[in-house]
Each structure stands twice: as structure tokens, then as C-alpha cells.
């Protein structure tokens, strides 16, 4: 089956760095990627949706100068949290989409602000 | 507001009992509803889903259900095994253009007692 890598599985950074979080698609062309942010005890939130080649749409709410979004090939989406501050601190997924088929999600980001 | 309510944040089950979880929706625009399964620090996997075409749909020990009138939908698991113990996500999306993200519920917390 598809398989979407992310990396890396967990990261601590200090307040005030940038932390790059990366999601490949292995095994097909990802049109289009989504990230999510999860807080503990809650759902999933859609923060934004990447479309290769274009600029990325963000839901209401999420700052894209904060999350920076590239999605340069068919296969490689990455989300930068620029100047991370500890209320940033939550578990990023991201999701890739093979053209109508449903969503592939990685195994996730746990990121720590200190 | 939220569009997709899963109104039990847990669930305990004895080994070999049905497990039933219950997800509510708003949208009437959705029409394609999965469920997902959820470890702790792992990202979710795809479990089973059904279209707003169908009523049932059915997979091994899974079935999910689907009353369209009520805007509500069950996953039934049965017989349910101590590897079931996860969170379980109800999840909803309106295909019309196929390029949207996922809405998703607050989850319910399975543990499968033996």
C-alpha cells in the first residue's frame, strides 16, 4: 500500500528557532498534502492544504507566516514553524492524496518548545 | 462549532462483546465518512469507510453505519480484541472536487478490557 514518511518522529527546540518538518509520499505522486495539528484530547485540525507547485491554503485561524508550507515536487511537502514559541508545542501530522483517492497520513511529529 | 461530534471521549468493552462508537455530523454537504484508528504518538490509519450512497458498509470484524436523515454514523466492532484498544477517529469530507481536507472528530478512547 502507500506509505507517507515524516520526519522527524519527534523534536525539542528551544523558544525562538525554526523547526522544519518534512512529509514524503514513497510510493506515488501526492497532488496535494494536508498538515494537521493535534492538542492532547482533541480532533485533528486541518491547518492547511499544499498543492504542489502553488501556494498553500490556510485555514482560518492559522498564521502562514508562522507555518511556512513548500511543496516543491510531487512527492516532498515541508511545513517550517518559524520562531517556535512552547504554546507551538503539539503533535503535526500531515496527509498526502493520490488524485481522487483518500488520504495516506505520516506517523506523525511530536514537537516540544521549551 | 463543530461539524463532526464524537460525544464519548472513551469507551471500555469486555474482550469478545461488541464495541460501538457513535459520530454525529452538521454538514449536510458531507458525503463520504471514514474512521480511523489512532495509537498513541503515531499518526491515524484508515479503518473503513462509506459512502453517502450506502447505509452499511462492512469489513472483517468492522461495519460502520449510516443514517443520512439523522446525520449519524456507528462503527461496530465485533468481536472486539485487546489490539482494538486505540483511539478511533470519525472523520467526514464533502468529495465534490475531491481536494478537500478532512473534518474530523475529537475521537473516543476504545479499551478493550479482558
Known amino acids: 500500500g502507500a506509505v507517507v514518511s515524516q520526519h522527524p518522529s519527534r523534536v525539542i527546540c528551544k523558544s525562538g528557532t525554526s523547526v522544519k518538518i518534512e512529509c514524503r509520499s514513497l510510493?506515488?505522486?501526492?497532488?496535494?498534502m494536508f498538515w494537521y495539528r493535534q492538542f492532547p484530547k482533541q480532533s485533528l485540525m486541518l491547518m492547511a492544504t499544499s498543492n504542489e507547485g502553488s501556494k498553500a491554503t490556510y485555514e482560518q485561524g492559522v498564521e502562514k507566516d508562522k507555518f511556512l508550507i513548500n511543496h516543491a515536487s510531487l512527492t516532498l511537502s515541508t511545513l517550517t514553524v518559524t520562531s517556535a514559541h512552547p504554546e507551538d508545542s503539539s503533535f503535526y501530522i500531515c496527509?498526502?492524496?493520490?488524485?481522487?483517492?483518500?488520504?495516506?497520513f505520516g506517523s506523525g511529529t511530536q514537537l516540544s518548545v521549551l | 462549532d463543530q461539524q463532526v461530534k464524537q460525544n464519548s471521549p472513551s469507551l471500555s468493552v469486555q474482550e469478545g462483546r461488541i464495541s460501538i462508537l457513535n459520530c454525529d455530523y452538521t454538514n449536510s454537504m458531507f458525503d463520504y465518512f471514514l474512521w480511523y484508528k489512532k495509537y498513541p504518538a503515531e499518526g491515524p490509519t484508515f479503518l473503513i469507510s462509506?459512502?453517502?450512497?450506502?447505509d452499511k458498509n462492512e469489513d472483517g470484524r468492522f461495519t460502520v453505519f449510516l443514517n443520512k436523515s439523522a446525520k449519524h454514523l456507528s462503527l461496530h466492532i465485533v468481536p472486539s480484541q485487546p489490539g482494538d484498544s486505540a483511539v478511533y477517529f470519525c472523520a467526514a469530507s464533502a468529495r465534490v472536487g475531491g481536494a478537500d481536507g478532512l473534518t474530523f472528530g475529537k475521537g473516543t478512547h476504545l479499551i478493550i478490557q479482558p
Open positions: 462509506i459512502s453517502s450512497i450506502k
Open positions: 510510493d506515488f505522486q501526492a497532488t496535494t
Open positions: 496527509s498526502a492524496r493520490r488524485s481522487n483517492e483518500r488520504l495516506f
